[in-house]
Each structure stands twice: as C-alpha cells, then as structure tokens.
C-alpha cells in the first residue's frame, strides 16, 4: 500500500489527497506536525518538506512529481491532459497555484496562525487579501464559462480547491464578486473527494 507523510492543514498535501480520492487510490497516512523534523521525512526526503509519497521502492518528495507519477503509474490522463497545450497551459496554472496564490495566502494564514487576535498585524493581512483580490480576478478570466481549470476536471483543479479551502478557512472566502469562481468553488466542494481528503484541523492560535 502506498504511504503519504502529510500535515492535514498543508495546501501541497491537501492538493495530494484529492488527487488521491478523485483517482480512488487507496494509501495509509502518517501525519507531521508543524515545525515537527520527521524522523522518516528527514530520512525520505532532500528538503525535509511534505508530501513524501512511498510506493514500494520509489519515493517521491515533490507534490508536482507526485501528481505525475500517479497520473502514469495508475490513472494515465485522468488528471493531466496528454495534449502538449493543454497540458501546458493546465501546468502554468498549477504553478500559479502554488507560487502565487500560495504566496499571498500566506501573508493571511502565517498572520493569523501565528498570533492571536488582538496581536495580528493588520497591515500584513490587507497586503494578503489585495494581493489575493488580484489572484482572484487573473484567475476568473482565466476560468471564463468553463466549468473547470482544465479541459475537464484535472490536477489543477485539485491544486486550486485546497488554496481555495485554506482561504475559506482563515476568513478570506471567494465571495460573489467572483461568479464563475464562486461557481466552480462549488462543485469542487461537491466531489466526494473534497470530503475525504478535507483536513481534520486548521492551526490556531491560542
Ligand atoms: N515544493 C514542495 C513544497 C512543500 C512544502 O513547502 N511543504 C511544507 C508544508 S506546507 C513543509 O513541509 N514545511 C516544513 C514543515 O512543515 O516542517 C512541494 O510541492 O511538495
């Protein structure tokens, strides 16, 4: 059986497990704390970082490389395309997703996790949710009509649904101003995968 060091609340690791519901692939779970330096994961992996996923004798410890490996391995372009455009332009919004919205969210999230209320730093969390104003706005005209980042419903989506998720829950939700997103949030929520791979928790401060 295949295994994933994971941390419920990470948006790499949440995106690996919607993957994993969507193609139906059964793992076991051993999870990490922050902060915490996993022995096995120290061992696994070169940037000590999760998802490390372990299929017998291969170890993959880059959530990109995870999404590719389980796409040819076990479900072949069920979640990337095998046209090279489309595959590309579905890629660069998965990048998107993890360096720029993952970037601005974390100004929110590292703010209000780390502190509580009456400490957070105001500044810093309108700087995150302008920036992540922007992020929603490139990211509507991008979806324009269509019902999924993809061709159909693809890595990306996966990728998207847990930043859009770690949004939701600290307090930055997509919201009306954003129709098509608001629309496409909804029926990614509505995959059973969205409900299996959901975090058990989110850090708060005390
Ligand atoms: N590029 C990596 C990034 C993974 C990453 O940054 N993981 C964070 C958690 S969100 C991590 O493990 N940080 C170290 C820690 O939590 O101790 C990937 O896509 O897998």
Redesign the pocket.
């Known amino acids: 059986m295949l295994t994933l060091y994971q941390?419920t609340d990470?948006?790499?690791?949440w995106k690996v497990r919607i993957a994993l519901a969507e193609l139906d692939i059964e793992y076991q779970s051993v999870d990490?704390v922050?902060?915490?330096?996993h022995p096995e994961?120290q061992r696994l992996s070169p940037?000590?970082?999760?998802?490390v996923l372990v299929d017998g004798d291969v170890v993959i410890?880059?959530?990109?490389v995870?999404f590719d490996y389980l796409d040819s391995r076990y479900a072949p372009e069920k979640l990337i395309s095998r046209d090279p455009a489309q595959q590309a332009r579905e890629r660069l919004l998965h990048v998107y997703s993890?360096k720029i919205v993952g970037g601005c969210l974390k100004e929110i999230v590292f703010e209000k996790r780390s502190k509580p209320e009456s400490e957070w730093d105001a500044d810093r969390i309108r700087e995150g949710e302008n920036h992540w104003h922007t992020c929603q706005t490139w990211l509507q005209q991008k979806l324009g009509t269509d019902p999924f980042f993809g061709a159909r419903y693809c890595a990306t989506d996966c990728a998207l649904a847990a930043r859009f998720g770690v949004a939701e829950a600290y307090g930055a939700a997509v919201n009306m101003e954003f129709p098509s997103l608001l629309q496409w949030y909804k029926a990614v929520t509505e995959r059973p995968s969205w409900k299996k791979a959901y975090p058990t928790s989110f850090i708060r401060s005390e």
Do not use: M, N, Q, Y
């Open positions: 941390r990470c948006p790499f690791c990490t922050l902060g915490e330096k994961v940037t000590g970082t999760v998802p410890w880059e959530s990109a995870i993890d």
